[in-house]
């Protein structure tokens, strides 16, 4: 599997590129979206919550990203569990898991098709009555999303999110209620798998660790538990300095 050494451009990380794989992503094959201040980088509010920071932050990281979030801003820490400085308010705490492939069968699927910029009016609607985590306007230049459509109406898809270099996330799979358990979900995985596959990348996703439905099925389809995780939104102090 893929590491990394203890450092990368200033920014120092863990041992295994999945232990912060934003930073992988923003300084990897995300590196055109980031915006950096100092050791913390980002992508574009209008692309993914997710942000990178040293796992060990010091107080001039802290500082740097409140500047570049600005104030009274909300700011997502996945994979941070530490606490956090005087006049940050920790809005959400969540326990995640991540998982890695360990046996996907990886396979296409001749009715998923691909989305693209003309469809995020319909993806966004999809995601506000599935709520399978963010989707912003332009999260669907992360990556391949795949959808199923029944009578021209998108009702299930599938997608690429992070992606430090080796890896590729799968996200936002999600299938609208008047459809589930039609198996549509396992279907766009699969294909979504063997995409990552077909570049010779590995598949790894997250999910809460009370999403126990979702952890079985994956299980199920052949990912492994990694590691738990944490997702931490907070919100910046509303003077900054």
């Known amino acids: ?3 990394y050494v203890s450092e990368i451009n200033g920014v120092g990380i863990a ?5 912060n794989p934003a930073l992988g992503s923003l300084t990897g094959p995300h590196a055109h979206f980031a915006e950096r201040r100092g050791r913390v980088l980002r992508y574009p509010v209008d692309v993914s919550p ?31 569990s530490g606490t ?10 969540l326990e995640g898991v991540q998982l890695v492939d360990d046996g996907v069968a990886g396979a ?14 319909e993806i966004l609607g999809l995601v506000e009555r599935t709520r399978p ?15 199923i459509r029944r009578g021209g109406a998108l009702i299930a898809m599938a997608g690429e999110r992070l992606h430090p270099p080796g890896w590729t996330e799968i996200s ?13 979900a396992t279907r766009l995985i699969h294909a979504v798998a063997h995409g990552i596959r ?19 099925l994956y299980e199920a389809l052949g990912f492994r538990l990694r590691r738990t995780t944490r997702f931490m939104v907070a919100r910046t102090p509303v003077s900054v300095s």
């Open 133 to 147: 985590g963010p989707f912003l306007p332009r999260t669907i230049e992360l990556g391949t999303y795949l959808g």
């Open 84 to 93: 956090f400085p005087d006049g940050w308010e920790v809005t959400l705490d």
């Open 1 to 3: 599997m893929p590491e």
């Open 172 to 184: 936002a799979v999600c299938t609208d209620p008047a459809y589930r358990g039609e198996g549509l």
């Open 15 to 19: 041992p295994h590129v999945l232990d």
């Open 108 to 121: 296409p699927d001749t009715e998923a098709v691909r989305l693209g910029p003309a469809d995020v009016p």
């Open 50 to 80: 997710w942000l990178a920071m040293p796992l060990e932050p010091e107080a001039e990281d802290w500082a740097d990203l409140a500047a570049l979030a600005g104030p009274g801003a909300e700011v997502a820490a996945a994979g941070y």
């Open 198 to 216: 077909e570049r010779g990348e590995t598949p790894f996703l997250h999910t809460g660790a009370g999403n126990t439905d979702a952890i079985r």
